[in-house]
């Protein structure tokens, strides 16, 4: 369960050190609600009846491709007070030399956070560091290269401040937890364990971890 500060939850950084978030790899991703509240709708018969914002935060997901055209979706889902989805960066140029280090469906290293109640908070540190220290920064165009800063920081930014803005409209008091979980897929056995876990998700609501 996330800790709280001033009387709020957060969720601790535990960002994989060495590892570029702008680079190409699958991330499956959290995001949740402040206070964990149930702004997105409920649970009913094991799906999600989704509110008037539980139908805004989908929307806007689906519309991340149109505003990042090096990223692609796959398998999310909206929950009544998070949202959990698996995004794709697939750039020409990541800024690695066009060194291709994305293995299996583009994962490689990272963390288990968040991909099933077994391996929540697991932090792994696991990188192979003879490929890491190959890395040309910025690739042919240096360090200008603006796919840079195309991260998925600057993603989910992007996402929450959209889906904030529309749901203002409807209730003012929205909000979103200040930071978010993610999750570098290393191989296919981890992509298909989250799909997984991200489809069955309404059908196990009540044993979720944010299940309030």
């Known amino acids: 369960m996330p800790e709280k500060y001033k009387g709020k939850y957060r969720i ?24 964990r509240k149930l702004f997105f709708g409920n649970i009913v018969k ?21 505003h990042f055209p090096f990223v692609e979706l796959d398998e999310f889902v909206v929950m009544p007070n998070h949202i959990h989805g698996i995004i794709i960066i697939d750039k020409m140029d990541d800024g690695r030399g066009g060194i291709d280090e994305r293995g299996e469906h583009g994962g490689i290293g990272g963390r288990d956070e968040c991909a099933g109640r077994d391996v ?60 978010f979980h993610d999750h570098i897929i290393r191989n296919n056995s981890s992509f298909q364990r989250i799909k997984n876990y991200i489809y069955e998700n309404p059908a196990k609501w009540t044993d979720d971890k944010f299940y309030i």
């Open 46 to 66: 094991m799906r999600l009846i989704a509110s008037q914002i539980g139908q805004i935060a989908k929307k806007y997901w689906v519309e991340i491709p149109q």
């Open 12 to 35: 601790q950084s535990a960002r994989l050190k060495n590892w570029d978030y702008g680079w190409n790899a699958m991330y499956f991703v959290t995001i949740c609600t402040q206070n």
């Open 120 to 179: 929540i908070n697991h932090v792994s540190t696991t990188v192979n560091n003879s490929k890491m220290i190959t890395k040309k920064q910025g690739g042919i165009t240096g360090i200008k290269n603006p796919m840079l800063s195309d991260n998925l920081s600057k993603i989910i930014r992007w996402y929450k401040g959209r889906v904030s803005f529309e749901s203002h409209k409807i209730q003012a008091d929205f909000a979103w937890q200040p930071r």
